[in-house]
């Protein structure tokens, strides 16, 4: 068996599509929806993340706002630039580009920016929503990992989901997307004992830790789906994932690829995201 690759890039393609027709459709009510993305420092992936964010608002027919500060940026003043586009009604989503300068406490600054823009899912209110299935904002790359799920018409009910990682970016939420869905959800973690004991049990893994070949073709159930959500680079520089592709793709039914993946989702659910605020936004004047 050769698993079958989830295309990432194909599958945003198609998603944005979808995006690019209901904003040309709020177009016609007077509202575009606008991304507010703000980075403080000259991190160079952040630069990237970042210039790939704008491009896609652009092409979906968004609205964006690129605001670049040095890295001596001080914390009260990226605090009042967030209360300024927290009452900007040109924005419908803020983002506040992580890692941010050592001397600004991340977490008080995603606290500040408002629930209502909050299109990356990290406040804690759009984290309280998700636990208790309320509408909110879901954290865009486990977003759209369910959406890769959703695009082979897999049915979760019954089976059994391993999370590996629990980041309150991705393995925290995505631990409970699929528990949403009525998958048996397994969180495994640094401390976890046996990690391949776990995930031979699985009939979905999601490895998401940041670290090479944590995932190998022995620790895969024939059968399995696989999603990787690792952005690691191999010894020629080349990027990979946190899953050993190359073997579990022999053992695996479906995989995602790296890059190709779950990369370009994350960025279309940050879009689908925006685009949800601001038809939240004009449904609440009607």
């Not at 608002?57 to 706002?65: E, F, I, R, W």
């Not at 070949?213 to 994932?241: Q, S």
Request: charged share 15%; aromatic share 2%.
């Amino acid at each position: 068996m050769t698993a079958q690759l989830i295309d990432g890039n194909a599958l945003s393609r198609q998603l944005r599509e979808s995006v690019a027709q209901r904003v040309a459709t709020l177009k016609t009510q007077g509202i575009t929806p606008g991304l507010a993305v703000v980075l403080v420092g000259d991190n160079p992936a952040s630069q990237v993340y970042v210039r790939n964010k704008v491009k896609a608002c652009h092409d979906t027919g968004m609205h964006s706002v690129l605001e670049q500060y040095g890295a001596t940026m001080t914390e009260a003043d990226l605090l009042a630039r967030v209360d300024a586009l927290n009452n900007d009604p040109t924005i419908h989503g803020i983002l506040v580009q992580l890692p941010l300068p050592a001397h600004i406490d991340a977490h008080k600054v995603i606290e500040a920016i408002s629930p209502a823009k909050d299109v990356d899912g990290f406040h804690v209110a759009s984290a309280g929503a998700l636990m208790v299935g309320q509408p909110g904002f879901w954290p865009c790359t486990p977003y759209g990992c369910m959406k890769m799920l959703e695009s082979i018409g897999y049915n979760l009910r019954g089976k059994h989901a391993v999370v590996i990682g629990r980041s309150n970016i991705v393995g925290k939420p995505m631990a409970l997307m699929l528990l949403q869905q009525n998958a048996t959800v397994t969180v495994c973690h640094s401390a976890t004992p046996d990690l391949k004991a776990m995930t031979l049990q699985a009939d979905v893994i999601v490895a998401a830790v940041g670290k090479r070949n944590v995932l190998t073709a022995d620790m895969v159930k024939p059968g399995a789906v696989v999603i990787d959500v690792g952005m690691n680079r191999n010894d020629e520089g080349k990027l990979c994932g946190d899953v050993d592709f190359a073997g579990v793709k022999e053992v695996a039914s479906h995989i995602t690829p790296v890059p190709g993946g779950v990369g370009p989702m994350t960025i279309t659910m940050l879009m689908v995201n925006t685009l949800e605020s601001a038809e939240r936004g004009l449904a609440a004047q009607a």
